[in-house]
């Protein structure tokens, strides 16, 4: 019987969970996925949004200035990057309007440090824009991280504070009991609770309507991103966004914490909530959109792809309610990365308004060590710890310089990786040039070998995702 349970492993639980750990309060995390970070949190924009977006005294605009303010401190303390790297919304003269627009309602919202700024300070401080563009709004705020290493870090830190996280864990059905409610899976497990979070993302329509909440719909809306090669990553040192429309921020050109360039999302609704494959159509897009901002990018430099799902509410604005001891949270699509640290303080203090959290534990571990301590070490501090254990001194992935110490401490450190991709968003190896190509043989067989399973059974992604069949060669 535990006391909380969340529904979700994506950056908004995981933060909640976090938050709720330090009190002396039985939680578990159930996702339905193999891995945390599988939802919208493992495909987006990865960017800290200012807040001058979101329609002034909306929820979405609340959650998104005090995300903003919180998210440097929490990456801190987390171990996760952070860069203030800024953000311009550039737009032509015929849309100085709109810009200035977004200023008034920026200082509306309490962001600080906005200015509008002309063409040629704006071809100053960005060279590669696009020199028909007329002005731009500054957001010196704005920043940069990395959403699934947040997720990581988030749901880690929770586990080693005593938080049990159940994967593979798809709930069909909830049934209220007396003072407690009863989680059903697919598999036919139980888990009994006295209070529920549902931070199921795409999917908290559907668990909202097994409480007896059917008043909200979320809908999908599919965004197609390129990843370009780690020597464009200063391409542009800040975020360039057009001026947005209702289908979102448009398509946008970043650095990331990692050293590439990120190109997108495009914005198409659909219906089929797992539909995440790209498209030629959506290539076209990205060409085409990301060309109004910034000139000659180079495209033939494109290392991967991918495509992220967004949680669109049918309300326009954030959702989050509680009724009889369940809260529900809907319709966090952008900026919920932002606002995700604002929200687990928000549900905090709700549920202590409720009386649901009582006292805080001694012991509560605050802080958390980097994943990627190891390659931000000076080279006399590397060899230290390759002598008393020189598994960190074996290369296996070439691109990122990633080494079999660091693949095994992902293989077993809270959360622990349990297939190649897990492996790869707590690494990086296999995100490089190759792609994998060369790493993928190794991180396999480290995988087998620190849980304990046959080679064949290794998978890439979870069920369905095996990679290799029968071995050709030896036994080793």
Same mark, same amino acid.
């Given at each position: 019987m535990f006391d909380i349970t969340v529904i979700g492993a994506g950056v908004v639980g995981g933060l909640i969970a976090e938050a709720l750990a330090k009190y002396d309060k039985k939680i578990c995390i159930l996702e339905k996925a193999h891995d945390v970070a599988m939802g919208a949190t493992r495909a987006n924009s990865a960017i800290v949004h200012a807040g001058f977006d979101a329609k002034e005294g909306s929820l979405k605009a609340k959650m998104n200035v005090r995300g903003s303010e919180l998210m440097e401190g929490v990456c801190r303390r987390l171990g996760v990057k952070f860069i203030n790297n800024e953000a311009l919304v550039v737009g032509f003269e015929n849309e100085r309007a709109e810009v200035e627009a977004l200023y008034e309602r920026g200082l509306r919202n309490g962001v600080r440090g906005l200015s509008v700024i002309e063409r040629d300070e704006m071809l100053t401080i960005e060279p590669n824009l696009n020199p028909k563009l007329s002005c731009a709004l500054l957001a010196k705020t704005s920043a940069i991280i990395c959403p699934?290493?947040?997720?990581?870090?988030?749901?880690?830190?929770?586990?080693?504070?005593?938080?049990?996280?159940?994967?593979?864990?798809?709930?069909?059905?909830?049934?209220?009991?007396?003072?407690?409610?009863v989680i059903r899976s697919a598999d036919g497990r139980e888990t009994e609770t006295r209070y529920i979070i549902n931070s199921a993302g795409?999917?908290?329509?559907?668990?909202?309507?097994?409480?007896?909440?059917?008043?909200?719909?979320?809908?999908?809306?599919?965004?197609?991103?390129?990843?370009?090669?780690?020597?464009?990553?200063?391409?542009?040192?800040?975020?360039?966004?057009?001026?947005?429309?209702?289908?979102?921020?448009g398509i946008l050109v970043s650095p990331t914490v990692d050293g590439n360039l990120l190109v997108g999302p495009t914005s198409v609704d659909i219906e089929d909530k797992s539909d995440n494959s790209t498209t030629a159509e959506g290539f076209a897009q990205l060409f085409s959109g990301a060309a109004d901002n910034v000139s000659n990018i180079p495209f033939n430099k494109v290392i991967t792809s991918f495509c992220g799902l967004r949680a669109t509410g049918n309300t326009g604005d954030f959702i989050i309610k509680e009724r009889d001891g369940v809260i529900t949270l =809907? %319709?966090?699509? /952008? &900026?919920?990365?932002?606002s995700s640290p604002a929200i687990a303080e928000y549900i905090e203090k709700m549920l202590s308004d409720m009386g649901a959290l009582g006292e805080k534990k001694e012991g509560f571990i605050s802080e958390r060590k980097p994943a990627h301590y190891f390659r931000e070490l000076s080279m006399e501090e590397k060899n230290e710890i390759i002598k008393k254990d020189p598994a960190y001194g074996r290369i296996v992935c070439r691109c990122e310089s990633i080494t079999e110490g660091e693949i095994v401490e992902a293989l077993t450190v809270n959360p622990p990786a349990r297939d190649v991709d897990g492996v790869k968003r707590r690494t990086r190896s296999g995100m490089g040039?190759?792609? =994998? %190509?060369?790493? /993928? &043989?190794?991180?396999?067989?480290?995988?087998?070998?620190?849980?304990?399973?046959?080679?064949?059974?290794?998978?890439?992604?979870?069920?369905?995702?095996?990679?290799?069949?029968?071995?050709?060669?030896?036994?080793?």
């Open positions: 699934y290493e947040l997720c990581l870090a988030a749901v880690g830190n929770a586990m080693d504070n005593g938080v049990v996280l159940t994967l593979d864990y798809e709930v069909t059905s909830i049934e209220k009991k007396g003072e407690k409610y795409l999917f908290s329509d559907e668990i909202a309507k097994m409480t007896g909440d059917g008043d909200f719909k979320v809908n999908p809306r599919r965004g197609e991103y390129m990843v370009l090669d780690k020597e464009c990553g200063n391409f542009t040192k800040r975020t360039i966004f057009h001026t947005p429309t209702k289908m979102g921020k =809907g %319709g966090i699509e /952008s &900026p919920g990365l932002t040039r190759c792609q =994998g %190509g060369f790493c /993928s &043989p190794t991180v396999i067989a480290l995988i087998a070998r620190e849980h304990d399973i046959p080679f064949e059974s290794v998978t890439k992604f979870g069920k369905g995702s095996v990679i290799n069949y029968r071995r050709t060669k030896g036994d080793e």
